[in-house]
């Protein structure tokens, strides 16, 4: 199935775009350059990584010779596994004869196996050989996509070096979830916009009882009494959390169908039992639940959880032992946002 990322496009209800931002990810101390001593015939190897600014390593060769009484000069050659030369710009190696060491700076990648020997000039038969290895290095770019079908995923792009020692490839651990500062403001507007929602989009509206719901709430001229039965927590429900997403279930759409917050009110109804209103009338509560999608916000807190700059999103994985981050920003707007929608649901 082929897949696209998701620019600045026009569909019947939404413009949409997506940003990606890599953070901080975690690194392995492994090195470039992999070594090994497959044997030793009167040479002895000791072998040290140097701290350096090349971008692929240094290593440091030690060696004696036995028994210590030979003088014979020793020597080295490299060739790759095949028996085929090794490129000029690959390696460099200095030897020390006096002081019995050789420092070795890689370049570039390889992808063979290369053999570096030591050996005595006058007698080959002390030897020793060292095995070289590229360690096959990877820098993942992550990316929020939409396949032929509108549905969202991330894809994962593998930058690879190259190398004769190849690493494990496979994307392990994977894990999205809302960011937290996203989680906080979405629900602190869903709050502070719920009052406007109820007056403004409930569908019993027309029905003079409505502005019974909250007793006298709506007559309160600042809100006061509403705003704090929502800051405190009662009767306010949200599906925005950190809870694991499954984007590849989800377009951009039904996504947004899943972030929503349950209010909880007390519906007053005038139950006049000799057919008179009267200000002693009695009052029948029932509780009702009222759904108010993401959507529904004001105009400018919706635009600003999605502006694309803002983070929604942040994944993480795990790819041959190291751990990676990456935050994605959302970014939707509609001139009439509310098509998308339908009125909120009652569950009594």
Do not use: W
């Amino acid at each position: 199935m082929n897949k696209k990322i998701i620019l600045p496009t026009i569909s019947s209800f939404l413009i949409l775009g997506l940003l990606v931002n890599i953070n901080k990810n975690e690194t392995k101390n492994d090195t470039y350059i992999y070594t090994t001593v497959s044997n030793t015939n009167g040479i002895n190897i000791q072998i040290k990584e140097l701290a350096s600014e090349s971008n692929y390593g240094v290593k440091s060769i030690t060696y004696n010779v036995y028994p210590h009484t030979n003088t014979d000069k020793i020597l080295y050659k490299i060739k790759y596994v095949d028996n085929s030369q090794v490129e000029d710009d690959i390696l460099s190696i200095n030897h020390d004869e006096k002081n019995r060491f050789l420092t070795i700076k890689c370049f570039k990648p390889f992808t063979k196996k290369i053999v570096l020997t030591l050996y005595a000039e006058l007698n080959e038969n002390i030897n020793a050989s060292i095995e070289l290895d590229f360690v096959e290095k990877i820098s993942p770019t992550f990316s929020l996509i939409t396949d032929e079908e509108g549905k969202l995923s991330i894809d994962v792009n593998l930058n690879s070096t190259d190398g004769s020692l190849k690493v494990d490839k496979q994307v392990k651990e994977e894990s999205l979830k809302l960011n937290k500062t996203f989680i906080n403001k979405a629900n602190e507007y869903l709050k502070e916009d719920s009052f406007i929602f109820l007056k403004t989009n409930a569908p019993f509206y027309e029905d003079d009882t409505f502005y019974y719901y909250l007793g006298d709430y709506f007559d309160d001229g600042e809100n006061t009494a509403y705003k704090q039965y929502i800051s405190d927590m009662k009767g306010f429900e949200s599906t925005i959390n950190d809870k694991n997403i499954n984007l590849n279930t989800y377009t951009i759409k039904s996504f947004l169908d899943t972030l929503y917050s349950t209010i909880s009110i007390n519906y007053i109804t005038l139950i006049d039992k000799e057919n008179d209103r009267e200000v002693n009338s009695f009052y029948n509560k029932e509780n009702i639940n009222i759904k108010m999608p993401i959507v529904e916000l004001e105009k400018n807190h919706f635009e600003e959880l999605f502006n694309g700059e803002n983070v929604v999103f942040d994944y993480t994985c795990r790819i041959n032992d190291v751990q990676y981050k990456s935050s994605f920003g959302l970014k939707v707007s509609s001139l009439e946002i509310s098509k998308i929608t339908s009125y909120p649901s009652l569950q009594f």
